[in-house]
T-cell receptor, first 112, second 118 residues
Framework: GNSVTQMEGPVTLSEEAFLTINCTYT??????LFWYVQYPGEGLQLLLK?????DKGSNKGFEATYRKETTSFHLEKGSVQVSDSAVYFC???????????FGAGTRLFVKA | SQTIHQWPATLVQPVGSPLSLECTVE??????LYWYRQAAGRGLQLLFY??????ISSEVPQNLSASRPQDRQFILSSKKLLLSDSGFYLC?????????????????FGAGSRLTVL
């Protein structure tokens, strides 16, 4: 079945450091890929998405590129801020499906 | 614009008591609706989804049930709670027909309901 694997956290960085959170997936067909973010005590919100191979999703300085050859969708940001502290979830929806499968989440702490 | 409401925000219930969590969506029609559970320190587990009134698909066998009595209303219930039912429950919706338009199934989540079973 479909699955998403993302790096375990927590990840602790200093402000302005470079961020990478790895995500790989297993899916049949051509899934859509997503990153969602969850701030403390809140529900999840969409951060970015990509619907086909080589697409790059971007938002708020975060980027991720849909790599079909490596089945990956790594999240990157060049300079993190304290306000980026949250839990980040990688997710996929298989083509034509209604179900979104989430990774376990990676907690990010950014220190001032 | 579309909004999603979920309540109650926090709930503390004894083992064996019933449960009812409610979710409503405004500003859209015929949404796909979902219930997810997030256990402490873990990822999201899809519990139920619905593509229309009275249509419920269950992903995980357990003592929870879901109902969709109206187009934009989704209810999560239990007759007798277990300790293992504790967690953060999230309702979400997505637009129908996105695949016809070539889009992606983007989920919009409510603020969540934190359930503690004692």
């Amino acid at each position: 079945g479909n699955s998403v694997t993302q790096m375990e956290g927590p990840v602790t960085l200093s402000e302005e450091a470079f961020l990478t959170i790895n995500c790989t997936y297993t899916a049949t067909g051509y899934p859509s890929l997503f990153w969602y973010v969850q701030y403390p005590g809140e529900g999840l919100q969409l951060l970015l998405k990509a619907t086909k191979a080589d697409d790059k999703g971007s938002n708020k300085g975060f980027e991720a590129t849909y790599r079909k050859e490596t089945t990956s969708f790594h999240l990157e940001k060049g300079s993190v801020q304290v306000s980026d502290s949250a839990v980040y979830f990688c997710a996929l929806t298989s083509g034509g499906g209604f179900k979104t499968i989430f990774g376990a989440g990676t907690r990010l702490f950014v220190k001032a | 614009s579309q909004t999603i409401h979920q309540w109650p925000a926090t709930l503390v219930q004894p083992v064996g008591s019933p449960l009812s969590l409610e979710c409503t969506v405004e500003g859209t029609s015929n949404p796909n609706l979902y219930w997810y559970r997030q256990a402490a320190g873990r990822g999201l587990q899809l519990l139920f989804y619905s593509v229309g009134i009275g249509q419920i698909s269950s992903e995980v066998p357990q003592n929870l049930s879901a109902s969709r009595p109206q187009d934009r209303q989704f209810i999560l219930s239990s007759k007798k709670l277990l300790l293992s039912d504790s967690g953060f429950y999230l309702c979400a919706w997505s637009a129908t027909r996105v695949f016809i338009r070539g889009g992606a199934n983007v989920l919009t989540f409510g603020a969540g309901s934190r359930l503690t079973v004692l």
